[in-house]
Structures are given as structure tokens and as C-alpha cells.
């Protein structure tokens, strides 16, 4: 039987909302172990003179604890 954790974790980029998420993944990589999956809680975009400046998810990141 596993347990599994789940952390939010929100992460921010001049270039899409993919590189948003890759950019989450990657840190919570650094920190977790046994991450196994995750979902997008929520897109938002930062916008400044009508362009869109930054974008920003919010992702639910679920990992394995050890026994």
C-alpha cells in the first residue's frame, strides 16, 4: 500500500503557460521525491500596456511517501 502527499506549488514565465509548468515540475523534482504526477489548480496571466507580460499555474503535485 502507497501514501501519497500532495503540495501546491505555483511557478511563473515570459513564455507560455507550458514553460510555467515545466519550470514547476522541474523544482518540485529538486525537493520531492517520487513525484508521480500532477494537475494545473489554475492559469493567470500578468498583462502590462494590453500584452500579456508574464503567465503563472498553479499545480498540484502529488509524490510517494517512503515507507
Known amino acids: 500500500m502507497s501514501i501519497a502527499k500532495v503540495s501546491e506549488i505555483?511557478?511563473?514565465s515570459p513564455?507560455?503557460?507550458e514553460d510555467a509548468l515545466e519550470l514547476a515540475i522541474a523544482r518540485a523534482h529538486k525537493t520531492l521525491r517520487n513525484v508521480r504526477s500532477?494537475?494545473?489548480k489554475e492559469q493567470q496571466v500578468r498583462v502590462?500596456?494590453?500584452k500579456i507580460t508574464e503567465y503563472?499555474?498553479?499545480?498540484?503535485?502529488t509524490f510517494?511517501?517512503?515507507d
Open 10 to 12: 505555483s511557478a511563473t
Open 48 to 50: 502590462a500596456k494590453g
Open 15 to 17: 513564455k507560455s503557460f
Open 38 to 40: 500532477a494537475w494545473v
Open 56 to 61: 503563472q499555474v498553479n499545480v498540484m503535485v
Open 64 to 66: 510517494v511517501l517512503d
